[in-house]
């Protein structure tokens, strides 16, 4: 299955941009400031969250429009297509609308049908950025392969910040009322350290499958930033109370990757080492994502950074995982080892002309 009959109207720079007839590796090529990223941000508001930039969707909508966007995609299925959709109305450019086969629903719904993932230039401090970034990262990786995460990540934060707010205040707080919010937590929490926790078993796993070259193999190990334990929880009022915020839990968990062969932790590691292996993590979620419902990867400006041995290798690992790849380029050079097989489009002032 993959994403087909694509529409971005008064999304960023594209005013009524269509793309139809995709392929399972799709490039996108054009001058810097083109539009090409904004397609891919596009195809990422067709996932749960808040896409790959993770701006705010008032800042989405066109200059040039009425002051909303609208995004569209058929997902080829056996049977009639999917129909998927997302917008903003100008009214209330701050809320997201999502729909399927023209029925509202929920953004967490859109996580049931297809397993969307990114890598982009801003992702390359990832492993000497904030444990926050990190998890972040683990959390879009989980709901590319369980939709279910999302929710429980999304009611775990509700409650942790019920909580922050009650301990936080000027007043004691109601103890049976902190008792209420910390089961939710532990419920939620519980649920999302799991799903991180599997997700990483299963990253680990295949990991170890790839060859070591030509894209260096890290080791990945789930730092935990305390259990969901409504009880523990419950001990630590008072020195929570003090702090003003909840000290332990899922949301201070981390993520350690080191280097294999050199036990050297990805934060000391050169650049292109981090980038390597950032590469092997994203290939290696994307041959589970496939193995699932729709998957689709989104590569901004990645083939441009390898060499010609690197670039073949990508292409091949790709090729084999099943997922639909989008690729972005400033030329069409850098992808010769999969023109045949790709289906093409010259970005130029937020439009894209088909290249037979």
């Known amino acids: 299955m993959a994403l087909d009959r694509i529409s971005l109207t008064t999304f960023r720079n594209h005013r ?19 539009g090409k990223t904004n397609v891919l941000e596009a195809l990422s508001l067709l996932a749960p969250g808040r896409g790959l930039r993770r701006a705010p969707l008032s800042d989405m909508a066109s200059s040039e429009g009425p002051g909303g966007f609208a995004i569209g995609a058929s ?10 959709g997302t917008a903003t109305d100008p009214a209330r450019p701050a809320r997201r609308q999502v729909r399927i086969n023209g029925a509202d629903t929920t953004a967490l719904a859109l996580g049931e049908w297809v397993a969307i993932a990114w890598l982009t230039p801003a992702m390359d401090g990832l492993f000497t950025d904030s444990a926050g970034a990190r998890r972040r990262w683990l959390d879009r990786m989980a709901v590319a392969l369980d939709a279910g995460h999302a929710r429980h990540a999304a009611r775990y934060e509700a409650a942790l910040r019920e909580r922050n707010r009650l301990i936080s205040g000027d007043d004691p707080p109601d103890p049976l009322w902190l008792d209420g919010v910390e089961a939710q937590m532990a419920e939620a929490g ?24 030509p894209f ?40 350690a990757v080191t280097m294999a062969g050199k036990d050297q932790p990805a934060a000391q590691s050169s650049t292109g080492e981090q980038k390597a292996m950032l590469i092997a993590v994203t290939l290696a979620h994307a041959g589970l994502a496939a193995r699932g419902r729709a998957s689709v990867l989104l590569l901004d400006e990645v083939a441009a950074h390898l ?13 084999d995982s099943g997922t639909q790849v989008w690729f972005t380029g400033t030329e069409t050079a850098p992808f010769d080892g999969m023109l045949a097989d790709a289906a093409v489009w010259r970005v130029a002032d937020g439009a894209a002309r088909r290249e037979d």
């Open 190 to 213: 519980g649920a999302l350290a799991a799903g991180r926790g599997r997700l990483v078993a299963s990253l680990r796993e295949e990991l170890s499958t790839l060859p070591a070259e």
């Open 216 to 255: 260096a193999r890290p080791v990945l190990e789930l730092v935990s930033g305390g259990s969901a334990d409504a009880d523990a929880w419950r001990a630590a009022r008072q020195v929570d109370r003090a702090a003003g915020r909840t000290l332990a839990g899922p949301h201070r968990d981390d993520l």
């Open 16 to 34: 009524a941009t269509a793309l139809e007839g995709t392929r399972r590796f799709n490039l996108l090529v054009g001058e810097n400031g083109a």
């Open 307 to 319: 060499d010609p041995v690197r670039r073949a290798a990508l292409y091949e690992r790709l090729a």
């Open 75 to 84: 997902l080829a299925a056996e049977g009639e297509p999917v129909r998927l």
